[in-house]
């Protein structure tokens, strides 16, 4: 009677992982996706400008991304503690999971366990973090930040300057396009981990 008191505990715990791992990863790809289909979109489409635009989007990105990032964190481990529980308790949780095992599309097709499926799901969620470090912070998230400082100094010199303004004006809005892309990448890899996930409840 113990054993099964236990079995069914750890179950419950183990599925309380997967939820927070699910509707951390599901929660935060809905988010960024909103911000390349929806806000960036406004933004550009409103004439804003460019200075503007670029304190905006700074100040967007400050916020959002200090949320964000502990959400992360949160799903990845999650999800790997999840993996983890079901790699070292199989056979305590064998009996309790016998049916969700059996309607997992993910394990059934794939052929791969249940221990995979959810540090696929880990891995997955956490590869934002790296796309984030490399792909945009050296390259979008730098020069508009730059933007953001320099744009209104750069309107406020002399006339001769003006041609760069505008030049500065266009790759702004260059910058926030190529960002929002990139952004929507990292929004379809959190929704490919929310999804594996989803697969395991």
């Known amino acids: ?106 394990v059934h097709y794939t052929g791969l366990s ?5 540090a696929i799901a880990s891995g997955l969620v956490i590869s934002v973090i790296p796309i984030t470090t490399f792909f945009l912070e050296p390259t979008y998230n730098k020069r508009l930040e730059l933007a953001a400082m320099s744009m209104e100094a750069s309107r406020s010199k002399e006339t001769s300057t003006v041609k760069v303004a505008i030049l500065d004006e266009y790759a702004v809005k260059e910058d926030v396009k190529g960002w929002a892309y990139v952004n929507s990448v990292r929004a379809a890899v959190l929704g490919a981990g929310f999804f594996v996930g989803l697969l395991s409840l």
């Open 1 to 106: 009677m113990s054993g099964t008191t236990d079995s069914n505990y750890l179950f419950s715990f183990v599925h309380s992982a997967k939820l927070i791992g699910v509707a951390s990863s599901g929660l935060l790809s809905g988010y960024l996706f909103s911000a390349s289909t929806s806000t960036v979109p406004a933004l550009l489409t409103a004439r804003v400008p460019a200075d503007k635009l670029a304190r905006v989007w700074n100040d967007q990105y400050a916020q959002a991304w200090s949320l964000a990032r502990p959400s992360v964190w949160v799903a990845s481990f999650a999800f790997a503690f999840a993996s983890y529980q079901r790699y070292t308790n199989t056979p305590a949780l064998t009996n309790a999971t016998n049916a969700v095992r059996r309607s997992n599309v993910f």
């Open 114 to 118: 249940e221990v995979v499926q959810l």
